[in-house]
């Protein structure tokens, strides 16, 4: 081999190996991205959650010692929030991954929803101190890889057919990543939406007494009466429990049916501008009885503004909720339509 044969060799290999180590160094940072996780925060640290949406109104979860509350820079009001929805935004923020880097361009920016038109949310400490923050932009849906699908299992196959992408990037950062996270059925909720609509919460096998009254009714034995379950002594069924009224067996089908419903009644929304002591002479009212002896107490009142809702009052629910005509007009049914 002569020498000029020798230098270019030398310089063959020389080039490939900076190719090769080029090549390297790049994915290797690039994965490094794709690991990255955007918010490495510690959520028992988060006492607030602001949402900042592009149109100028913000959202503010807060942490207080009797759980969370929403409300609005705007209307300065806060209201017990629904705390699973809470938890489940802090859940997903921490764990977001991301996926590939879509740009690193701020004038990109504009394409992926991450400049003025995007919902920034930041994670706050006891004192109102940033940990974290993201700015949330535009979701896509983009379909997957169907090839070896004879190969896979149809599971794996209905995954491959496509996934939602959310783009996002840090503040005061131009990089824009994609990730597989659904961020935006969360952050595009109102104050009504991050509301806790649950009036109460018990299990039904822990009711055991169900009073039910309808006012304005000449067939009162048939419209107020109530529903007791049976103990052990009373029935000697194993199967489903049953209810007696007035000594009168029911049908487990239409007690269950009211159960489902007075266990764990939820609001379908609020009546803003009413407060509790406005509504007089309901029009239905429920007790329920526990096994501890507790009670809970709904009554319900005609909603001026609305045919198919009923204005509601709870005792130790704050505000008056609506619920929603028809399902409650199954549960006040005359007596006679439960019996067996």
């Known amino acids: 081999m002569t020498n000029a044969t020798k230098s270019l060799a030398l310089i063959f290999a020389g080039t490939l190996a900076l190719a090769v180590a080029s090549s390297w160094s790049w994915s290797g940072s690039s994965g490094a991205s794709f690991r990255t996780k955007l918010l490495t925060v510690d959520t028992s640290a988060v006492k607030a959650v602001r949402i900042a949406r592009n149109d100028g109104s913000t959202i503010r979860l807060q942490k207080t010692e009797s759980g969370w509350t929403v409300g609005s820079d705007e209307a300065k009001t806060a209201y017990p929030a629904q705390s699973s929805a809470v938890t489940r935004l802090l859940n997903t923020l921490p764990s977001i991954s991301v996926k590939a880097v879509a740009a690193r361009q701020s004038d990109k920016h504009p394409r992926y929803g991450v400049d003025s038109t995007g919902t920034t949310v930041t994670l706050l400490d006891s004192g109102d101190e940033t940990l974290g923050s993201l700015l949330v932009g535009r979701t896509e849906f983009q379909s997957r890889n169907k090839e070896n699908s004879g190969k896979t299992s149809p599971m794996q196959r209905m995954r491959r057919q496509g996934t939602s992408v959310t783009y996002v990037?840090?503040?005061?950062?131009?990089?824009?990543?994609?990730?597989?996270?659904?961020?935006?059925?969360?952050?595009?909720?109102?104050?009504?939406?991050?509301?806790?609509?649950?009036?109460?919460?018990?299990?039904?096998?822990?009711?055991?007494?169900?009073?039910?009254?309808?006012?304005?009714?000449?067939?009162?034995?048939?419209?107020?009466?109530?529903?007791?379950?049976?103990?052990?002594?009373?029935?000697?069924?194993?199967?489903?429990?049953?209810?007696?009224?007035?000594?009168?067996?029911?049908?487990?089908?239409?007690?269950?049916?009211?159960l489902?419903?007075?266990?764990?009644?939820?609001?379908?929304?609020?009546?803003?501008?009413?407060?509790?002591?406005?509504?007089?002479?309901?029009?239905?009212?429920?007790?329920?009885?526990?096994?501890?002896?507790?009670?809970?107490?709904?009554?319900?009142?005609?909603?001026?503004?609305?045919?198919?809702?009923?204005?509601g009052t709870a005792s130790d629910y704050p505000s008056v909720a609506r619920l929603q005509k028809r399902r409650w007009d199954g549960v006040f049914k005359p007596r006679s339509t439960f019996l067996k």
């Open 169 to 258: 990037r840090r503040p005061n950062q131009p990089d824009v990543y994609s990730v597989e996270a659904s961020l935006e059925s969360m952050l595009s909720k109102n104050v009504e939406d991050w509301r806790n609509k649950t009036i109460w919460s018990a299990a039904q096998s822990n009711v055991q007494r169900i009073y039910l009254t309808t006012a304005g009714d000449s067939a009162a034995a048939d419209t107020t009466f109530s529903l007791q379950r049976a103990v052990a002594s009373d029935t000697a069924s194993t199967g489903p429990p049953t209810w007696l009224s007035n000594g009168d067996t029911l049908s487990t089908d239409a007690v269950t049916s009211v």
């Open 260 to 311: 489902t419903t007075l266990a764990s009644p939820r609001a379908s929304g609020f009546a803003e501008h009413t407060s509790p002591n406005q509504l007089k002479n309901p029009r239905h009212k429920v007790r329920l009885r526990l096994s501890d002896g507790s009670e809970h107490t709904l009554k319900l009142y005609p909603d001026p503004s609305s045919n198919d809702t009923y204005l």
